[in-house]
């Protein structure tokens, strides 16, 4: 999926999905901007000149890309629990995020082969790029779900324990839905709904 649908050159838009295609591939470390410029259809010169060196075109690229799926996974969150108001609506929210958060999702599946190769190679990368890149995507999209936590605490349909703010229950319903994906696959005879729904009962009580 290309990052971009606004007014964005063309010129930029090509280089950044090349280079985000590079780095997802090949690392940090061992990206070429001479490959990235191939990819992107521009030359060398061009990304030195407008990025000055291959750590801020980097910085760029995973910027634009966790914009990118930031926009997606906000309106996950938005869609499954922003129009829950009551103890009904509020199981059905939560089945809904669990079973859409570990659904493999083809427009992001570069980003996350690019957030793979930087957790691989992340002591060569520069910090102010890896700072850029959980402002723009992760802490967005923790910040989203903690809202949406407490509206519904607000609302008397969560408790929070007395030590767990809403930011920290956030990350915790985000690590068991991953987590649900990799290890409470659906037991014999059970059909995902069913899965998804143990799974997000479990975040409830959590």
């Given at each position: 999926a290309r990052l971009f649908?606004?007014?964005t050159s063309l010129k930029v838009r090509a280089?950044?999905?090349g280079a985000v295609s590079v780095f997802a591939e090949d690392g940090y470390s061992r990206a070429?901007?001479?490959?990235?410029?191939r990819?992107?259809?521009?030359?060398?010169?061009?990304?030195?000149?407008?990025?000055?060196s291959k750590a801020g075109l980097f910085r760029a690229a995973i910027v634009a890309s966790a914009q990118h799926v930031a926009d997606l996974q906000v309106g996950i969150v938005r869609d499954c629990l922003g129009a829950v108001g009551d103890q009904s609506g509020l199981r059905h929210g939560l089945t809904a995020f669990a079973r859409a958060w570990d659904t493999p999702d083809p427009r992001t599946a570069r980003h996350f082969a690019l957030v793979r190769q930087v957790r691989a190679d992340v002591e060569h990368i520069p910090s102010d790029a890896l700072a850029a890149w959980q402002e723009a995507g992760p802490r967005r999209v923790q910040a989203?779900?903690?809202?949406?936590?407490?509206?519904l605490a607000g609302l008397g349909l969560l408790v929070l324990p007395g030590t767990v703010d809403a930011w920290t229950?956030?990350?915790?319903?985000?690590?068991?839905?991953?987590?649900?994906?990799?290890?409470?696959?659906?037991?014999?005879?059970?059909?995902?709904?069913?899965?998804?729904?143990?799974r997000a009962e479990a975040a409830v009580h959590t």
């Open positions: 649908t606004d007014e280089l950044l999905d070429s901007i001479d490959k990235i410029a990819c992107a259809g521009v030359s060398s010169r061009t990304i030195y000149n407008r990025y000055g989203e779900i903690a809202a949406q936590i407490d509206r229950a956030a990350a915790h319903l985000v690590a068991l839905a991953v987590a649900g994906a990799n290890t409470h696959r659906s037991r014999p005879g059970e059909d995902g709904e069913a899965d998804a729904r143990r």
